[in-house]
């Protein structure tokens, strides 16, 4: 079986990096080190999820994280595997997680770079085998370095990212980042240990027919987005929702459509991160010509005024969202 020449003749991730590397108007090579230290711990993460059945690690450890949700054990792990590559690398001098209460201050004064991580995202998908994700975004910081780190460093609006990107943990293992110039993904070739370029610059469909939502809170929400989902229903799209943001999300990057996390009367600003789920996802979806928004604002413009803080969120294909964002203004 020749099947896998394909891919050991192609384009691998850390070489794809190097000749990109052009791309940054301060290239000095350490934010190509920096993605290649996340893609390192994605492949020991990719091990970890792939025996999670088997080693016992799947499950509850019995703490809560800062939002008071039960943390998995694979999220403690893959918090602990990101943290590490990220403080060993050098190039970083703090990381924001969705693990972590506090900013992790590196003690890194030369590391120029800040990291928005959520490390395993869709943590209530672990034990039933259902893909997960990482989703981390790279900011410059802002004060010099050599001088401690600041609050202003971390809370930076989206627009200022430099690269994000996530991994995807699913029938195959995806790693998919952008640096503001276009969108490439890489399937991981486990017998290899290589990610290879197999999704060269992934462009969104500017309309689609498939919509993402819980509709389980569908009484608690806005009447703008029930008005926006009774539409969608009217013209027979489907619905498709795992439950994984980043999985979600990556189909309908891939075949168009709209992920829609809403404020609901439970969570008036919604349940998914600003600083390290929405803002990464945001860059991408705008390199690959689509569209993130809360409704009112577009997402990257919004100044974070805390760590862990919320965001609705409306992303995916241009035309659904601008359509769904009508709908929500039409009615406030
Ligand atoms: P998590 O960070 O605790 O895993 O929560 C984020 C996840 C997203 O991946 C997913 O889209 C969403 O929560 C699902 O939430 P709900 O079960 O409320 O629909
Ligand atoms: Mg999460």
């Given at each position: 079986d020749?099947?896998?020449?394909?891919?050991?003749?192609g384009?691998t991730?850390?070489r794809f990096?190097?000749?990109?590397?052009?791309?940054?108007?301060?290239?000095s090579?350490?934010l190509s080190?920096l993605?290649?230290?996340?893609a390192?711990?994605?492949?020991?993460?990719n091990r970890?999820t792939?025996?999670?059945?088997?080693?016992?690690i799947?499950?509850a450890i019995?703490?809560?994280n800062?939002?008071?949700?039960?943390?998995q054990k694979?999220?403690?792990?893959a918090?602990v595997?990101?943290t590490?590559?990220?403080?060993?690398?050098?190039?970083?001098?703090a990381?924001?997680?969705?693990?972590d209460?506090?900013?992790?201050?590196?003690?890194?004064?030369?590391?120029k770079?800040v990291v928005a991580?959520?490390?395993?995202d869709?943590s209530?998908n672990?034990d039933?085998?259902i893909s997960?994700g990482?989703?981390f975004?790279?900011?410059r910081?802002?004060?010099p370095?050599?001088s401690?780190?600041?609050?202003?460093?971390v809370?930076?609006?989206?627009?200022?990212?430099?690269?994000?990107?996530?991994?995807?943990?699913?029938?195959?293992t995806?790693?998919?980042?952008t640096t503001?110039?276009?969108?490439?993904?890489?399937t991981y070739?486990a017998?290899l240990?290589e990610?290879?370029?197999?999704?060269?610059?992934?462009?969104a469909?500017?309309d689609g027919n498939?919509?993402?939502?819980n509709?389980?809170?569908?009484?608690?929400?806005e009447?703008?987005v029930?008005?926006?989902?009774?539409t969608?229903k009217?013209?027979r799209?489907s619905g498709?929702?795992?439950?994984?943001l980043v999985?979600?999300?990556?189909r309908?990057?891939?075949k168009?459509?709209?992920y829609?996390?809403?404020?609901?009367?439970?969570?008036?600003k919604?349940?998914?991160?600003?600083?390290y789920?929405?803002?990464?996802?945001?860059?991408?979806?705008?390199?690959?010509?689509a569209?993130a928004?809360?409704g009112?604002m577009r997402i990257?413009?919004i100044?974070?005024?805390?760590?862990h803080?919320r965001t609705p969120l409306?992303?995916?294909?241009?035309?659904?969202?601008?359509e769904?964002?009508s709908f929500?203004?039409?009615v406030?």
């Amino acid at each position: 079986d020749t099947s896998h020449l394909a891919y050991s003749v192609g384009v691998t991730l850390d070489r794809f990096i190097k000749s990109k590397q052009d791309d940054f108007p301060y290239a000095s090579g350490e934010l190509s080190q920096l993605l290649r230290d996340i893609a390192l711990a994605a492949k020991i993460v990719n091990r970890e999820t792939n025996r999670a059945g088997l080693s016992n690690i799947a499950g509850a450890i019995g703490n809560t994280n800062v939002q008071g949700e039960e943390q998995q054990k694979l999220d403690v792990i893959a918090n602990v595997r990101f943290t590490r590559a990220l403080t060993k690398g050098g190039e970083v001098c703090a990381i924001v997680s969705e693990e972590d209460d506090e900013i992790i201050d590196l003690q890194n004064s030369s590391g120029k770079y800040v990291v928005a991580i959520d490390p395993l995202d869709g943590s209530s998908n672990i034990d039933v085998n259902i893909s997960i994700g990482t989703i981390f975004s790279i900011y410059r910081r802002i004060t010099p370095t050599g001088s401690p780190i600041q609050i202003e460093d971390v809370m930076q609006p989206g627009s200022q990212q430099v690269a994000a990107g996530y991994v995807l943990y699913g029938s195959s293992t995806m790693l998919v980042y952008t640096t503001g110039h276009g969108v490439n993904g890489f399937t991981y070739e486990a017998s290899l240990g290589e990610f290879f370029l197999s999704h060269p610059n992934m462009c969104a469909p500017k309309d689609g027919n498939v919509y993402s939502i819980n509709e389980g809170t569908y009484l608690d929400w806005e009447e703008g987005v029930r008005r926006y989902i009774d539409t969608c229903k009217e013209r027979r799209y489907s619905g498709r929702y795992i439950g994984s943001l980043v999985a979600d999300f990556h189909r309908n990057l891939l075949k168009g459509g709209i992920y829609i996390y809403p404020s609901t009367a439970k969570n008036p600003k919604g349940k998914l991160r600003l600083l390290y789920e929405a803002n990464a996802l945001a860059f991408i979806a705008e390199q690959a010509g689509a569209k993130a928004t809360n409704g009112m604002m577009r997402i990257m413009d919004i100044m974070p005024s805390s760590l862990h803080e919320r965001t609705p969120l409306f992303i995916g294909s241009e035309t659904m969202v601008a359509e769904a964002e009508s709908f929500l203004q039409e009615v406030t």
